[in-house]
């Protein structure tokens, strides 16, 4: 089999049925599988996509385990050569899976392939930067990355330019909305860290491919359409820093923990102050507060 198309699901039943529709509507030309991994759900929606879709695997969890493990799950069940970790909230609008693997074939020490993000406008996402760094989280908490000098710094550890996603380029990481690679690679990293519950894993995975000395290559020339880019919730900031904190933890202990906490206090106030307060939204002031309370407790 070609390809191991793997799902992690959590109460995302219309998002779901969205995205299997389009993968059986514009896949073709390959042998592949679509698997969805479904994070305890408990509202029979992993029955309801089993009995509307009858060649998709649906495998169901107990618990809610995260989308890392959820994709571990998968794949420890697949049978492509090549996965493709793919969030819910993704539409396929072209034939992309034929054209992606032909990448894998001309470079050895490509890792990931990760096709351009969208919005329903056209509009590019920004979905990827450079490992995070006390540098570059200081320009990111204090918005020095938001000025026009620095926003084209390829350093920086949010990459909100978008000169570089019209072209084809390595990242040092990008969002695991999309991702296809090669299962013996997947493996050979034993998959995604499951300490990680959500968000910063894909980071941490790409970290650990680097170190072993593969690559991770934006391919704008292929599109998919990603529905819920930018509704920043609670969990999304709170999971940002507490995956931040554990990602410094593993590979950059010691002082600079200090620091880090430092830094994820001032990058939470000022959004407290400027997103809450200033322009009065009760929601942001809310999720903010709350991650201040939250990195509080942050233990080296």
């Known amino acids: 089999m070609d390809l191991s198309i793997i799902i992690p699901h959590y109460k995302t039943l219309k998002l779901t049925e969205g995205c299997e529709e389009s993968i059986f509507k514009y896949t073709k030309g390959l042998d592949f599988e679509v ?14 996509l089993k009995k ?7 495998i169901e969890n107990k618990k809610n385990l995260g989308f890392g493990e959820a994709c571990n799950i998968g794949a420890s069940k697949a049978e492509g050569e090549y996965l493709c970790l793919l969030n ?7 034939n992309i899976f034929p054209e992606a693997l032909l990448y894998f074939s ?12 969208v919005s329903e406008n056209g509009s590019i996402q920004y ?17 020095i990355d938001d000025l026009p000098f620095f926003k084209k710094s ?13 072209r084809q380029k390595y990242f040092d990481w990008l969002q695991a909305a999309c991702w296809v690679m090669p299962k013996k690679i997947y493996q050979k990293l034993a998959g995604f860290n499951s300490k990680y519950f959500m968000y910063v894993e894909d ?14 290559l934006l391919a704008p020339g ?32 010691g002082f600079g923990l200090v620091l880090l906490k430092f830094l994820l206090i001032a990058n939470a106030f000022f959004r407290y102050f400027i997103f809450g307060i200033l322009l009065v939204n009760a929601k942001r002031k809310k999720d903010y507060f709350q991650a201040l309370g939250r990195i509080a407790k942050f233990r080296a």
């Not at 490992?131 to 908490?141: E, G």
């Not at 980071?203 to 991770?216: E, K, P, Q, T, W």
């Not at 599109?223 to 950059?252: D, N």
Request: with cysteine.
């Open 154 to 166: 390829p350093n920086a550890y949010h990459m909100e330019d978008k000169s570089f996603y019209q």
């Open 203 to 216: 980071i941490d995975f790409c970290y650990r491919l680097s170190l072993a000395g593969y690559h991770v």
């Open 106 to 117: 001309k470079n050895i020490k490509l890792g990931i392939l990760a096709p351009r993000l």
């Open 88 to 94: 819910s909230d993704i539409l396929l609008k072209e």
């Open 127 to 143: 979905s990827g930067g450079s490992f995070p760094s006390l540098s570059n989280i200081f320009f990111w908490s204090f918005f």
């Open 35 to 48: 698997i969805v991994v479904d994070n305890a759900s408990n509202d029979g929606s992993g029955g309801y």
């Open 222 to 253: 292929l599109k998919v359409l990603h529905l819920q880019k930018g509704k920043a919730s609670e969990e999304s900031i709170k999971g940002e820093y507490r995956g931040l904190w554990l990602f410094f933890k593993t590979y950059r202990p």
């Open 52 to 58: 509307k879709f009858s060649k998709i695997k649906v």
